[in-house]
């Protein structure tokens, strides 16, 4: 496992018109927590966290250097934005370790030009985007390639056949659409 470091502060929980003003300075208040631990309430550098949540690392492995003391291997488990701005407003950091296994919700992105489409005049849509499994922290793929190529028209593709690593579960309903192409009107028509 490789882990990526973010510097963080602890913090005394305060009034709202402390939060607001670490805010205000570049802070995002935090908590560190996991079982059988006593949370940790943390502030991080909001530069440092658009960093780790650049697009394609949702979930990196993070060792958060408390104080300057390292060691403390976390997941960014949920996070809050400001409704206007989009900035991030409070995150909650997850102990792990490598046999932590947790729920995530990972991106589906579809490659390839089906045949139904190409040659059949079929319609693509993509019906679902992300799909939820309970992973080892060890194994979370930052997103999951389906080649539709092959696809041809009348098409359903659906989230139980999605093909992911030994030891990580499908959490979403099996039968979640991820995919389908559509016949075509004309040879609909034709065919009735």
């Known amino acids: 496992m490789e882990f990526t470091s973010l510097k963080a502060t602890t913090r005394v929980l305060g009034a709202g ?21 006593e949370p940790i309430h943390l502030s991080v550098n909001a530069a440092d ?8 690392k949702r979930y ?3 060792d958060l250097e408390i104080d300057g003391k390292s060691g403390n291997s976390a997941l960014i488990y949920v996070y809050q934005k400001d409704s206007i701005s989009q900035a991030i407003t409070h995150i909650d950091f997850l102990r792990i370790d490598k046999d932590t ?8 992105r579809l490659s390839g030009v089906p045949v139904g489409v190409k040659t059949e005049g079929g319609l693509l ?3 679902n985007y992300y799909i939820k499994f309970l992973s080892p922290v060890s194994k979370i793929p930052p997103f999951i390639e389906v ?23 499908l959490v979403s309903k099996k039968r979640t659409v991820i ?3 559509s016949k075509s009107r004309a040879k609909e028509a034709a065919s009735k």
Request: aromatic fraction near 8%; charge should be positive; charged fraction near 25%.
């Open 17 to 37: 018109r402390e939060t607001k003003r670490m805010r205000k300075s570049g802070l995002i208040p935090a908590v560190y927590y996991g079982k059988g631990q």
């Open 49 to 56: 966290v658009r960093k780790v949540l650049a697009p394609g």
């Open 60 to 62: 990196t492995l993070l």
């Open 101 to 108: 296994s947790v729920n995530v919700r990972i991106p589906i």
């Open 125 to 127: 849509a993509q019906e």
């Open 147 to 169: 080649d539709i190529s092959e696809s041809s028209a009348g098409t359903i593709f659906y989230a139980e056949n999605l093909k992911v690593e030994e030891g990580v579960s």
């Open 179 to 181: 995919y389908a192409i």
